[in-house]
């Protein structure tokens, strides 16, 4: 006997029962939101916010950020009444996004638009069978699965070098900005440490800037961008994987530079999360940009108004910094695990699949399926 196989629990089952329990019945619409705000998270979010803030309360510019993030890309806009056992049978790809603040460059004298790329997770498989549609052998693109080796080889093959190659200034101190996805690298990635030195000693100094744990507020990626180049890409139709990616690629290449400085709208909450003090119950603000540009009022950067700047301070220095940095590094901890825990569920379709397999899903993601249900 084998004994109990498979992967090692993150969570107990009463430890997943207690955080579901903890959000209002008619709250999490999805498994990410059980991810609520606590008081480390707020410290997390408001710290990063007042870094930002200069001496004469305007934000940074945010010249020298890297904003990355990952989005899947679906074949179709709607969703059609599909006769298929699970979700994971409808065809998507992964996407890398990497974009910085638009510029103008004196050295060409002409504009910058800040793409500096979009690459999808996919590589050539061969058919395993003869089919109607092709011959047993030929290559066939398929999506792969996000996991930090391959992370990690796309900053290192992809990201970097497009950095290098597209960045438009003379300085080269570059922070590379994303989430706390499980599947990203981290700063203490030795790998990565060893690329990041190489490109030090050629005079590029790029370091990881992770965001706060739970706020895709903070990242402009998550702050329009993806949305206007998903819509330009449902333009047009897709049949194979070779074509959806042909589409987002032709979509990231179009999307214009008037419509790129998505800054403003991120320095902009970043005032909203001091205002809240850290949390996030506050509507994303329009700032009419296209309007204000015409007019030719359109700022450079964001003011924070000093009383707001003033107030989150006085927050912030009433805080034991040395506590709640310990109690933060736990949550994104936890938040990495979640994340795992949510793409794994991603793939089970829970209104059509057999118990049984849902039963098998949740067992290979390393949780013991649970009631939520009050107990009789």
Not at 19 to 34: C, D
Not at 268 to 288: I, Q
Request: charged content about 30%; aromatic content about 8%; some cysteine.
């Amino acid at each position: 006997m084998k004994g109990r196989v498979g992967r090692k629990k993150v969570f107990t089952a009463e430890q997943v029962k207690a955080k579901l329990l903890q959000v209002p019945l008619a709250q999490p619409t999805t498994l990410r939101s059980i991810s609520e705000r606590t008081d480390a998270n707020k410290y997390g979010r408001m710290k990063h916010a007042v870094e930002f803030v200069g001496s004469t309360l305007e934000l940074n510019d945010m010249l020298q950020f890297v904003h990355l993030d990952e989005k899947w890309f679906y074949i179709t806009k709607k969703e059609p009444k599909r006769e298929c056992k699970s979700k994971q049978y409808i065809t998507k790809v992964m996407f890398l996004c990497t974009v910085a603040r638009p510029r103008y460059n004196h050295t060409t004298d002409s504009w910058w638009d800040g793409k500096i790329g979009i690459w999808p997770f996919v590589e050539p498989v061969a058919a395993q069978r003869d089919s109607v549609n092709r011959k047993a052998g030929t290559l066939e693109t398929k999506s792969i699965t996000v996991t930090k080796d391959v992370y990690r080889t796309f900053l290192l093959d992809k990201v970097l070098p497009a950095i290098v190659a597209k960045w438009p200034y003379a300085d080269h101190t570059i922070k590379l900005q994303h989430d706390n996805a499980g599947a990203h690298a981290t700063p203490e990635d030795a790998k990565l440490k060893a690329a990041l030195d190489t490109y030090k000693a050629l005079g590029w100094y790029m370091s990881l800037a992770p965001q706060p744990p739970n706020s895709p507020d903070t990242n402009v990626l998550d702050l329009g961008f993806f949305a206007a180049i998903q819509s330009l890409q449902h333009r047009k139709s897709a049949r194979t994987i070779d074509e959806l990616v042909g589409h987002v690629e032709s979509a990231f290449v179009e999307y214009p530079l008037a419509r790129l400085n998505h800054t403003l709208t991120l320095q902009s909450c970043l005032v909203e999360t001091l205002k809240l003090f850290g949390d996030n119950a506050y509507k994303v603000p329009h700032m009419s940009k296209e309007k204000e540009e015409r007019k030719g009022m359109l700022p450079q950067n964001v003011s924070c108004p000093r009383d707001v700047f003033e107030a989150a301070k006085v927050r912030l220095d009433g805080v034991s910094y040395a506590k709640l940095d310990c109690f933060l590094a736990a949550e994104l901890e936890e938040a990495r695990c979640i994340d795992e825990l949510a793409q794994a569920l991603e793939t089970i379709a829970l209104d059509d699949d057999e118990p049984d397999d849902i039963m098998s899903a949740l067992c290979d993601a390393g949780i013991d399926p649970i009631s939520v249900e009050d107990d009789e």
